[in-house]
């Protein structure tokens, strides 16, 4: 199973869009797809469906919230994300294919969450806070562990933010892809996001080494590249379509 987040700290730039149409075409060439809806705006996820049936059908069983509220309140059962996956019918999109596209939803309440998480973290001495900095940070790394077996591609649509739970997502990942608008201030920030990730995973190397702990292992996600969004590419009168990024 290969994780891919798709993630740039501005917004409006066409993650949704991307993170759906390849996990819409994976699906469609036969894989078994998970699409992860981080961001609480919920775009991912009404992509798929309306507001008014996630409502009434999801809203307070289905979603990534529901995950995390075990973890902060310390229950016991820490919901497993297989508990969580909405199984997605989209049209004929795979009539003709084995692959499958299934989906786990986002909720608003996620801006809340991510604080709550962060207020995990103990700082009263070093070992302490290693330890609590480890564990917050890769609750979604072991639980993607749990389903390794039942998928192809997890794509995770992050908000435009370097927060708590994006932390998860880059950890959990082997590769993070951005999309990018092809104009100054867009790209601006992508260089940004690298440097943001490169510190990030070399003080969680850090702190792995100070509690040696084998629980946590190595993490090194590979940039895959970025990805231009919202352009035409033309050659003469005609659009050149580009080919689908291979994972």
């Not at 004929?92 to 939803?105: E, P, Q």
């Not at 998928?151 to 590769?175: E, G, M, Q, R, W």
């Not at 996600?221 to 352009?231: N, R």
Request: proline content about 4%.
């Amino acid at each position: 199973m290969k994780i891919v987040s798709v993630i740039n700290i501005k917004g409006g730039v066409g993650k949704t869009t991307l993170t759906s149409n390849l996990g819409a075409y994976a699906a469609s060439q036969g894989k078994r797809v998970l699409m992860i809806d981080l961001d609480p705006q919920t775009q991912l996820t009404f992509s798929f469906m309306t507001p008014e049936y996630w409502r009434d059908k999801y809203k307070d069983s289905k979603t990534l919230k529901n995950y995390f509220d075990t973890i902060i309140t310390g229950s016991d059962e820490i919901i497993s994300l297989s508990d969580l996956v909405i199984h997605l019918n989209p049209g004929n999109i795979l009539t003709f294919s084995s692959g499958t596209l299934d989906l786990i939803s986002s909720h608003l309440g996620l801006i809340d969450i991510d604080v709550k998480l962060a207020g995990l973290i103990n700082v009263q001495n070093s070992t302490m806070y290693s330890a609590s900095f480890l564990k917050t940070h890769s609750y979604l790394t072991h639980s993607l562990e749990e389903i390794e077996n039942d998928y192809d591609i997890v794509l995770i649509d992050c908000p435009p933010t370097f927060n708590t739970t994006v932390k998860n997502a880059i950890l959990a990942s082997d590769y993070y892809i951005v999309p990018a608008k092809l104009d100054y201030l867009s790209t601006l920030g992508i260089e940004e996001l690298k440097q943001n990730i490169d510190i990030f995973t070399d003080e969680y190397h850090n702190h792995r080494d100070n509690l040696k702990d084998l629980r946590y292992l190595p993490v090194f996600p590979a940039m895959l590249g970025v990805v231009p969004m919202m352009a035409e590419i033309r050659k003469g009168d005609e659009p050149v379509f580009l080919q689908a990024l291979k994972i």
